[in-house]
């Protein structure tokens, strides 16, 4: 009862952040509500909103609480800022490995308003000390803090069902001691490099010329380019995602 409950008040309560996320870039209130009407009726968030107990809701609403901490961070300068953020990340890292992609968007935040310094890296390890214990686990047990991305193929609990697990990073990670597993990653998979950088190729530039024409490259403060950054950092990660096949 209490996960479905949990998983509905945070699939309705992913609407209003990224309504708070708009804010600090969109000036109408009309339009911050549209963008928030697109994340209503994103047809994935709305199927996993339905399911009860799945983690895809929990790991939306971190994520954009962690981007409204890096955004306010970005414009503050605040600490306080930064940490929450970095926190918030932390979490949405203890839900799903994909969790740990909103550290690569802090990050982008960071670097975007010019505050990278031995403080904020030092805060970002904060937040990565949540997942931690997990990520330790997993590299004891199975050689691979991220099990089966990396697949090193060693650690206790690999070493006690090594058919297994070896069939299980063939198919969704990479052997880096087999040459011919490096290739079949980059070209040969379905939704290995080759598919994802083409469309990359293609779209970026038609990207590029869309925000020059609204003015977004050549503006003189610091929001419009952080939005640019983290779409493009955003994509990126979830055109990288996919090569995997597991995701």
């Known amino acids: 009862f209490y996960i479905r409950v949990l998983t509905i008040l ?3 309560h992913i609407v209003p952040a990224a309504y708070v996320f708009s804010s600090y870039f969109i000036s109408r209130r009309d339009d911050r509500l ?10 994935l968030l709305v199927y996993y ?3 009860s107990g799945h983690y895809i809701p929990y790991l939306v609403f971190l994520v954009t609480i962690a981007l409204i901490f890096a955004v306010r961070f970005s414009v503050s300068g605040s600490k306080v800022d930064l940490l929450l953020s970095s926190l918030f990340c932390g979490f949405a890292s203890t839900v799903s490995y994909l969790g740990l992609t909103s550290f690569v968007l802090l990050t982008v935040s960071i670097i975007v308003a010019r505050r990278l310094s031995l403080s904020s890296l030092l805060t970002l390890l904060v937040g990565l000390l949540i997942p931690l214990p997990y990520l330790l686990r997993n590299l004891y047990l199975l050689g691979d803090p991220i099990y089966p ?6 650690g206790f609990l690999w070493a006690s069902r090594e058919a297994h697990f070896h069939l299980q990073s063939s198919l969704t990670g990479i ?3 087999v040459p011919s597993s ?3 990653f980059l070209f040969l998979r379905p939704l290995g490099l080759r598919p994802w950088i083409t469309f990359t190729l293609l779209t970026v530039p038609v990207a590029a010329i869309i925000f ?22 955003s994509i990126s990660l979830f055109l990288a995602k996919p090569t995997f096949e597991r995701y």
């Open 10 to 12: 945070l699939s309705t």
């Open 149 to 154: 991305l990396l697949s090193k193929g060693s």
């Open 175 to 177: 052997n880096y001691a």
């Open 34 to 43: 549209v963008s928030s009407l697109l994340v209503a009726s994103t047809p």
């Open 182 to 184: 490096i290739l079949d």
């Open 212 to 233: 020059w024409r609204m003015g977004l490259l050549n503006h003189k403060t610091k929001r419009p380019i952080l939005l640019l950054a983290l779409f493009i950092a």
């Open 49 to 51: 909103s339905a399911l």
